[in-house]
Nanobody, 129 residues
Framework: QVQLVESGGGLVQAGGSLRLSCVAS????????MGWFRQTPEKEREFVAA???????????YYTDSVRGRFTISRDNAKNTLYLQMNSQQPDDTAVYYC???????????????????WGRGTQVTVSS
C-alpha cells in the first residue's frame, strides 16, 4: 500500500522558516516526479513546487511565482523522502501543505494536480504576522 506522510508543519512568525518532509512508502518514487501543493478553506488546492529527475543525480525544479526564491524543493531518493524548505515565510503562505507523487516517468504538467496519483493527508502551516 502506497503512503505519503507529511511532517514539519507548525506555527511560525512572518519572516521565519520551516522545513516540511514527506516520507513515501509502499514503492520507490525515485523515477516519479513529486510535488507540493497547498490549500486554504477559501481556495482550491494549488501548486507550490515540483521536482523531477533528469539524470543520474540531476533534477529539475519548478515553483509557483509566489514562492520562487523563498522555497526550495529537494528529495533524498535513498530515504524515499521529499522536502520543502520554506524561508521568509509570509502570512499568505498559511495553508495545509500536501505532498504528491505521479506515476513513473510522468510527462505531463507538474502544476496540474490531476497529474498526481498519490497524495498525503497534509500538514498545517500557519504564519503569523
Amino acid at each position: 500500500q502506497v503512503q505519503l506522510v507529511e511532517s514539519g508543519g507548525g506555527l511560525v512568525q512572518a519572516g521565519g522558516s520551516l522545513r516540511l518532509s514527506c516520507v513515501a512508502s509502499g514503492r520507490t518514487f525515485s523515477n516519479s516526479p513529486m510535488g507540493w501543493f497547498r490549500q486554504t478553506p477559501e481556495k482550491e488546492r494549488e501548486f507550490v513546487a515540483a521536482i523531477r529527475r533528469i539524470g543520474e543525480r540531476t533534477y529539475s525544479t519548478y515553483y509557483t511565482d509566489s514562492v520562487r526564491g523563498r522555497f526550495t524543493i529537494s528529495r533524498d531518493n535513498a530515504k524515499n523522502t521529499l522536502y520543502l524548505q520554506m524561508n521568509s515565510q509570509q502570512p499568505d503562505d498559511t495553508a495545509v501543505y500536501y505532498c504528491a507523487a505521479t506515476a513513473p516517468c510522468y510527462g505531463g504538467s507538474y502544476t496540474y494536480r490531476g497529474g498526481y496519483d498519490y497524495w498525503g493527508r497534509g500538514t498545517q502551516v500557519t504564519v503569523s504576522s
